[in-house]
């Protein structure tokens, strides 16, 4: 019987103060055992300079409205570094599975990633604004 292949991931647009900022916190979460799958999306990632982000592109401190495939649901999140992450304030941090999945995504992209209970999901971006860059 064939293999099925995994689905092809989006390409994603990060830019260059989000990436110098997220790398180290993501090798420091992944040395200490913790696959979060940031790090590997922001290997995959194209970095650039900041003012060459299109603004319907997922970056830190964006509000994004998407849709879990999966529910039909509708979210609309802040994504945030995990100091200011409150989930009851709508704001997720980039460390959770969402949160990593959601970085670098642009409107209309979707984009398949696991939950923390192992099933895939089907993320869909429906809108972003981009937030004002938090200091580090």
Do not use: C, N
Request: charged share 25%; aromatic share 2%; net charge negative.
């Amino acid at each position: 019987m064939p293999s099925q292949a995994a689905p092809a991931r989006p390409p994603l647009i990060v830019g260059e103060t989000d990436a110098d900022r997220l790398f180290p916190i993501a090798e420091q979460v992944e040395a200490r055992g913790v696959p979060l799958g940031l790090l590997a999306e922001l290997e995959r990632a194209e970095v650039r300079p900041d003012a060459d982000v299109p603004p319907g592109v997922v970056g830190m401190e964006s509000e994004v409205e998407f849709v879990d495939a999966a529910h039909g649901d509708s979210r609309t999140v802040r994504l945030v570094y995990p100091r200011d992450a409150d989930i009851a304030q709508g704001r997720i941090s980039v460390m959770t599975p969402i949160g990593a999945a959601l970085l670098g995504l642009s409107e209309g992209q979707t984009i398949d990633w696991p939950d923390r209970d192992g099933r895939v999901r089907a993320l869909k971006v429906v809108r972003v604004r981009r937030g004002a860059p938090a200091a580090p």
